[in-house]
């Protein structure tokens, strides 16, 4: 039995050294005919040898534009087959990949192209409401008076190629077939590339905000991440035959790492049923395709299993799966394995900055452990709970949990000084989570040091709200924090100062925020006020703002 929170954990599986390119052909080759990917809202099913002959055409199309080794190319996208491509051939040519949150709006996406300085961007037309074409020019009216590739934009200084999905024709930009044509099939020069990458070349941005400032651009490796996908993979005992169902985001690690790492690794089957999350496309794809797996956050399964036609669907072929995001209720954990016939699903967790899995429970975990704690720490990794004065605490104490190991991010990109406030000189990553570690290693996630909230399974950074509700000419003093709530587990709450002589309502401050920051940052409760709980030493005490909006809902019945 462990005295102290701290575990390293082993394995006799070595890490894999190759790059996330020569993992991908190297199972093109060996499982070729088997199915790869299946995009069922686009009626694409490719064998792995389809699949590597369609990324590779992409590759050459980008190197054509010029676009290689170490550019940053951004997507903009729901999940969709162009997506995965591009996720695959920017590895194979050395180009960072940028995520850009599906869900951004021109304020967001603006900061991440600039920050993470992006050459070319591929974006999806539209999505829900999100017209993507429309925000862009909105950013780069340059677009309407310039050839693709040749975009010179004040607002978007890196950016020369917009790349579009689907069929019409846009000004300024590509169509993302043409671009696949662009090396007319003349892949020979991919092989040359190869011979230049290594490992432990960045390859992948992931925007993660802070309790402070803007979002950070989390900068992940082929190590980082193959590793971590293959990992996550092995817990849940995949080989070539199981087949994944995907209704988790791409932009995210749990789409990308978890989902197609996860897949390719063992060259199993990548099966996306929509665009977005639709509990009904969801089972039809696990029922239609036979998936063997199926990941999602606890809102996603919950939605699922209350769904009126759940029982109209045959799932009998589920096995195993991820669920991760936020804390499992246990009577959803006894539903999903006793209903949905998933016996062996797993709960994960992480930060983006590990790539994200740094603990994972096991099949053979008694029900308690698998919705109390998140597991023990991975393969490879060590894990910590250090107290305020930065020593590790005994079991069963609440500190702050940190990790060291091969997951851990290389930094922040272009963030020197906030990379160092997060991984100290010796390696460790400190999360901002506290934790609870018992005596056989399994941690318990007990509160945050930051003071995120967790809407949905997405999440939402308060710093960032408030900077941007800051640029509302009548916002004079802002604070933002989370409320619960019955269906999405929390909600944003923000209580204003107003500036003297300015009167806005709670839906003019929500117009403001529309089309401008995510739909889920924006505050679905709005308190004016005429100050700001402080401390004797200035610092906003959220914790009574929080206990008195809580008073305020139960009274309202909310």
């Known amino acids: 039995m462990l005295r102290q929170s701290y575990f ?63 550019d940053r190319v951004g997507i903009w996208a729901p999940n969709c087959y162009e997506w995965c491509l591009t996720q695959f051939a920017t590895a194979k040519i050395g180009a960072i990949l940028v995520c850009i949150n599906p869900a951004y709006r021109t304020y967001e996406l603006e900061f991440a192209l600039n920050k993470s300085g992006c050459v070319a961007l591929i974006t999806a037309q539209k999505y829900l409401t999100s017209d993507y074409v429309g925000m862009l020019r909105e950013l780069a009216p340059e677009l309407a008076f310039c050839d693709p590739g040749r975009l010179k934009s004040e607002k978007l200084p890196h950016l020369k190629h917009i790349i579009a999905t689907g069929e019409i024709a846009r000004p300024g930009m590509w169509k993302f077939v043409d671009v696949c044509r662009l090396s007319d099939g003349d892949v020979a020069k991919l092989a040359p590339i190869a011979k230049t990458l290594s490992p432990d070349d960045p390859i992948n941005i992931q925007f993660t905000s802070g309790t402070t400032g803007m979002p950070k651009g989390a ?52 099966v996306f049923p929509n665009e977005g999350f639709d509990p009904v496309k969801t089972l039809e794809a696990v029922q239609g395709e036979r998936c063997t797996a199926l990941h999602g956050v606890p809102t996603m399964f919950i939605a699922e299993l209350e769904q009126p036609r759940f029982h109209e669907f045959d799932l009998s072929s589920l096995r195993t799966g991820i669920m991760a995001g936020a804390p499992c209720p246990v009577e959803v954990m006894k539903r999903v394995q006793s209903d949905m016939h998933m016996t062996e699903v797993l709960i994960a967790y992480g930060q983006t900055e590990t790539s994200p899995v740094n603990h994972q429970t096991t099949r053979d975990d008694p029900l308690d452990k698998q919705v109390e704690t998140v597991g023990r720490p991975g393969p490879h990794l060590e894990i910590k709970l250090i107290g305020e004065d930065g020593n590790v605490v005994p079991t069963g104490t609440p500190g702050e949990i940190c990790c060291r190991g091969y997951s851990v991010m290389q930094g922040y990109w272009d963030e020197p000084a906030r990379t160092a406030e997060t991984i100290d000189r010796a390696g460790w990553l400190h999360s901002g989570d506290l934790g ?118 139960s009274e309202a019945g909310s």
Request: with cysteine; charged share 25%; aromatic share 8%.
């Open 219 to 270: 900068t992940l490796s082929h190590f980082n991440i193959l590793n971590n996908g293959r990992i996550v993979s092995e817990g849940m005992r995949f080989t070539e035959k199981d087949r994944l169902c995907i209704p988790v985001p791409l932009y995210h690690c749990f789409g990308m790492v978890m989902g197609n790492l996860a897949c390719v690794s063992h060259g199993a089957a990548a």
């Open 8 to 70: 390293s954990a082993t394995s006799d599986e070595p890490l894999v050294y190759e790059t996330i390119g020569a993992c991908f052909d190297r199972v093109a080759d060996q499982h070729g005919s088997r199915e790869g990917l299946v995009v069922c809202h686009q009626n694409i099913r490719w064998s792995y040898s389809e699949y590597r002959a369609h990324v590779n055409r992409l590759a050459a199309g980008l190197l054509a534009l010029g676009v290689g080794k170490g």
């Open 436 to 553: 609870t570690m018992d005596g056989d290693g399994y941690v318990r996630i007990v509160g945050r040091l930051k003071d995120m909230i967790i809407r949905g399974g997405e999440n939402v950074y308060p710093r960032e709200v408030e900077e941007f509700l800051f640029t509302n000419p009548a916002v004079q003093e802002v604070q933002v924090f989370g409320v619960p709530d019955r269906k999405f587990g929390e909600q944003v709450c923000a209580w204003i100062k107003l500036r003297a002589g300015h009167s806005v309502s709670e839906e003019d401050v929500r117009a403001f925020c529309k089309d401008r920051i995510a739909h889920f940052k924006v505050p679905r409760h709005v308190r004016f006020v005429d100050a700001i709980p402080m401390t004797v030493t200035g610092k906003p005490q959220k914790f009574k703002m929080r206990e008195e909006m809580e008073r305020i809902l």
